[in-house]
């Protein structure tokens, strides 16, 4: 168990449709990733937050979006969603002082019908 | 220039031999190649991870060997046992790890008995 945690473990929705998956970091880690996983793009990096602010951003779609909140949890949020969008979401944290590794979540499995 | 690319796609190694998966990468200003290791259904997890100012580091049956000039780096699994079958995951960073992981494309490892 790497200490991180996504919720919903799955979620099934439609076409057009938005929906958002939630993380919480491990305890004491400021920053957190979110990566997309899926058969054709493989592990792609989305964006990334540090203690509340935008710090980094990948090839995130302008449907997609995220913020972190005061406590920590961060939240990504996508909208007028396309069956492409069906794929795997990892979230992962590290605390970039020291120990920078990151760590990742279980992931939210997204279909999208 | 960000790209990491990782063969072979899969591998079947007998139990007890040793297990070798490569990655390349173009980008020298990556200083930080941590493997990960992916089970269905769960997130990747970080198995051993070098810096280039060594060439190898070992941790157990876990090896990277990183070769500098060629920009080349692989993981050694010796002693391969059938609950290293798994999906392997090699991936680069800056900034020591501080920042976006590039991953490469993955590796299917089965080990049979």
């Known amino acids: 168990d790497s200490g991180v945690t996504q919720t919903p473990k799955h979620l099934i929705t439609a076409t057009g449709q938005r929906v958002t998956l939630r993380c919480s970091p491990r305890s004491g880690d400021l920053s957190v990733y979110w990566y997309q996983q899926s058969l054709d793009q493989g592990l792609q990096f989305l964006i990334q937050y540090y203690n509340g602010e935008e710090r980094a951003k990948g090839n995130i779609l302008e449907r997609f979006s995220a913020q972190q909140f005061p406590d920590l949890h961060s939240e990504l949020n996508l909208s007028s969603l396309e069956l492409g969008d069906s794929a795997l979401y990892f979230c992962?944290?590290?605390?970039?002082?020291?120990?920078?590794?990151?760590?990742f979540g279980p992931g939210t499995r997204l279909t999208v019908l | 220039q960000q790209q990491v690319k990782q063969s072979p796609q899969s591998l079947i190694v007998q139990k007890g031999g040793i297990s070798i998966i490569n990655c390349a990468y173009e980008?020298?200003?990556?200083?930080?190649f941590p493997w990960y290791q992916q089970f269905p259904g769960k997130g990747p997890a970080l198995l051993i991870a070098i810096r280039p100012d060594v060439s190898e580091k070992k941790e157990g049956r876990f090896t990277i060997s990183f070769n500098k000039s060629a920009k080349q780096f692989s993981l050694h699994i010796m002693d391969s046992q059938p609950g290293d079958s798994a999906t392997y995951f090699c991936?680069?960073?800056?900034?020591?790890?501080?920042?976006?992981?590039?991953f490469g494309t993955g590796t299917r490892l089965t080990i049979i008995p």
């Open positions: 992962a944290s590290s605390d970039l002082a020291g120990a920078f590794e990151q760590f």
């Open positions: 991936a680069a960073s800056t900034n020591f790890g501080n920042e976006k992981l590039t």
């Open positions: 980008n020298t200003a990556f200083d930080y």
